[in-house]
């Protein structure tokens, strides 16, 4: 029989800043979004509705400007997401699973699954050595979740967090009694894959709870939805439909976009923000050993303003490329085209598409000959970077400081990322 294991990191981003920065232990701390627009990740005290035990309700996903007032009269403290120290902390996590099984799915950046099919030990006891080990080693706390299936094996972790002091975070769902015991009282859209609007069309036919779902009509369920919630049922009911990936799947789109931290309202500043956006996503291209042939360039104004403005432009290379010159050409081209002046941008973004891989592709021999020693002109550029830090080496038209760059006023140090960041202990 198989069994999957799903390992998830608690509160993550909390977590990870806490690592450095003791003064939050102990005290609510949440996390915030691009530009410090929502809560992203919550410390157990600052979602606990225990208002009365000194808990504060936020939600998953709250607007920054409605709890901000909590700085004040509760002692809130917030954090700006810290994308660097989050992957390097994740990186960590990532590597002490892999000393306990020899196949691993990084299913997100604070999620793996692990692969336990074959092994005999006591799966609770296995378990609770990979929190140990997980703790130990890198500060982090994890729930640890065991199933037949990928989808009960979520289960197994969801129910291991949400009851903690029950579990100490640790749940086996192996067995009948056990799995039909917690599907009966789980709730359809806690379900891994079904959504919220999924949920609300299941909840109209009956299905409430996963229970509902793993007993229905499966030829039905494809009927009426998809093959992906036929297989969700399944799963729940212990026929594992979905394997362990071998690895990364090929991406088919990258995508470089951000909100501003001020409007723009020129046309000069739109082309540094998606000049510099063109430059990430085709260091991310190259990264992946990919070619790319079209570039989409959008801008676009809030949707509350009194005059919303959208637009996009598609724009195609004539051979694929990944030279940073090239794209960046093409998508202060296609901004030229959709711009319209009089209003204020809250957004703008590249996205790279139609890929072919490097190594496997023959030129076109009517195409115009590529740019001379393009291929080492930019792997001395990303090699400059990585070593010195992104825009180290950079085209003329990226500033070296933007304006308009994302909002993050919480922002903690880089810690671990940053030579110049790292903490100082003073010897007495």
């Known amino acids: 029989m198989a069994v999957f294991c799903l390992v998830d990191c608690d509160c993550f981003y909390v977590s990870a800043e806490r690592l450095f920065d003791p003064t939050l232990i102990g005290v609510p701390v949440v996390a915030l979004s691009n530009s410090d627009g929502c809560v992203v990740s919550r410390c157990p005290i600052a979602k606990s509705k225990d208002i009365a035990g000194g808990g504060l309700a936020i939600k998953m996903g709250a607007p920054f400007f409605e709890i901000k007032h909590l700085m004040k009269s509760h002692g809130l403290r917030v954090v700006s997401s810290n994308y660097a120290l989050y992957q390097e902390v994740s990186n960590r996590v990532m590597r002490v699973l892999e000393t306990f099984v020899p196949k691993i799915e990084v299913y997100s950046i604070d999620e793996s699954w692990l692969d336990c099919s074959g092994m005999k030990v006591d799966l609770e006891a296995f378990g ?3 929190q140990l080990a997980v703790k130990k080693q890198t500060g982090i706390g994890v729930g640890v979740g065991f199933g037949p299936t990928k989808t009960l094996a979520k289960a197994a972790n969801f129910s291991a967090k949400k009851w903690r002091k029950e579990t100490g975070g640790v749940v086996v769902l192996m067995d009948d009694i056990r799995r ?11 379900i891994w894959g079904i959504g919220r609007k999924l949920s609300k069309r299941l909840e109209i036919m009956g299905i ?11 030829k039905s369920l494809r009927k ?21 990936s071998e690895g990364a799947e090929p991406k088919q789109t990258i995508a470089s ?10 046309i000069e500043g739109l082309r540094e923000a998606v000049a510099t956006y063109a430059t990430r996503a085709c260091a991310k291209l ?35 490329s990944n030279d940073t010159r090239e794209f960046v050409a093409l998508a202060l081209e296609g901004l030229n085209k959709i711009y319209v002046p009089g209003y204020r941008y809250s957004k703008a973004g590249i996205v ?18 590529p740019r001379r020693n393009s291929e080492v002109l930019m792997k001395v550029v990303d090699g400059i970077n990585a070593r010195y830090g992104r825009g180290s080496i950079r085209l003329a038209i990226e500033p070296p400081i933007a304006h308009w760059a994302m909002k993050r006023d919480y922002l903690s140090d880089s810690f ?3 030579w110049s960041q790292l903490k100082r202990v003073k010897m007495s």
């Open 128 to 130: 609770r050595e990979i």
């Open 180 to 190: 039909d015991k917690l599907l009966h009282w789980m709730p359809v859209d806690e």
């Open 208 to 218: 409430k709870k996963a229970i509902d779902l793993a007993r229905y009509d499966k």
């Open 224 to 244: 009426l939805f998809n093959v992906n919630v036929e297989k969700t049922s399944m799963e729940l009911e212990g026929v594992s439909c979905y394997a362990l």
């Open 257 to 266: 976009t951000r909100s501003f931290g001020e409007r723009i309202t020129t």
């Open 286 to 320: 190259r990264s992946e050993g990919q070619l790319a042939a079209c570039l989409q360039v959008f801008i676009q104004t809030s949707r509350f303003d009194d005059k919303p403005y959208s637009r996009a432009v598609i724009c195609g290379l004539v051979a694929p």
């Open 352 to 369: 790279l598409s139609q890929f072919v891989t490097g190594e496997g592709y023959q030129p076109d021999m009517f195409a115009p000959v």
């Open 416 to 418: 671990c990322t940053d």
